[in-house]
Nanobody, 121 residues
Framework: QVQLVESGGGLVQAGESLRLSCLVS????????MGWYRQAPGKQRELVAD???????NYADSVKGRFTISRDNAKNTVYLQMNSLKPEDTAVYYC???????????????WGQGTQVTVSS
């Protein structure tokens, strides 16, 4: 059974930093994209950043220059370093892993349960 376990969320003040981690456990291989999404109260879930197995990353405009996504393929772990946090970054942050087990299999799309990030002004 595949599980995505996030850690590192919490309550910080504006301008401070947090580092989120997500470990993908279970029998899994062929992960192509790992990423972080967030959902604030009353808003839709949105992409924060993602990174391919080859290291190509993509960021939401609102976090460019402040957040950095990284990935350890050997450990099936993805990280999100969040600097200069703002109150508008407050949300539940979800880890995501997408890929396929083989060229003949259907793609998979796994999600973590989320970790709360709260930034006070």
């Amino acid at each position: 059974q595949v599980q995505l376990v996030e850690s590192g969320g919490g309550l910080v003040q504006a301008g401070e930093s947090l580092r989120l981690s997500c470990l993908v456990s279970g029998t899994i291989f062929g992960i192509n994209v790992m990423g972080w999404y967030r959902q604030a109260p009353g808003k839709q879930r949105e992409l924060v950043a993602d990174v391919t197995s080859g290291g190509n990353s993509n960021y939401a405009d609102s976090v460019k220059g402040r957040f950095t996504i990284s990935r350890d393929n050997a450990k099936n772990t993805v990280y999100l370093q969040m600097n200069s946090l703002k109150p508008e970054d407050t949300a539940v942050y979800y880890c995501n892993a997408r890929g396929r087990y083989s060229i003949l299999s259907r793609p998979y799309d796994y999600w973590g349960q989320g970790t709360q990030v709260t930034v006070s002004s």
